[in-house]
Nanobody, 115 residues
């Protein structure tokens, strides 16, 4: 059974940084497409960044140059480094193991950016 556990969220001032972690069990991150999504109040969940098994990364235009997704194969963990945070980055952030029949999701971690 695939399980994802996120951590690292919190309250930070605008311009600050946070690193989110997602520990994965039941699946090997190096052989999987992993992603971070976020959902702000009243908005749809949106893709923030994605890491394809071959190592290619993509990110949303709104976070390009500020956020970076990476993985540690030895720890079977995926990270989202978030720099230059803005109030509009405030959301619940979810880690996902992308699967064609339906993603596996973590429980989410709250990120709040104060102005």
């Amino acid at each position: 059974q695939v399980q994802l556990v996120e951590s690292g969220g919190g309250l930070v001032q605008a311009g600050g940084s946070l690193r989110l972690s997602c520990v994965v069990s039941g699946s090997i991150v190096s052989g999987s497409t992993m992603a971070w999504y976020r959902q702000a109040p009243g908005k749809q969940r949106e893709l923030v960044a994605q890491l394809i098994s071959g190592g290619i990364t993509t990110s949303a235009d709104s976070v390009k140059g500020r956020f970076a997704i990476s993985r540690d194969n030895a720890k079977n963990t995926v990270y989202l480094q978030m720099n230059s945070l803005k109030p509009e980055d405030t959301a619940v952030y979810y880690c996902a193991r992308v699967h064609p029949l339906g993603n596996y999701w973590g429980q989410g971690t709250q990120v709040t950016v104060s102005s």
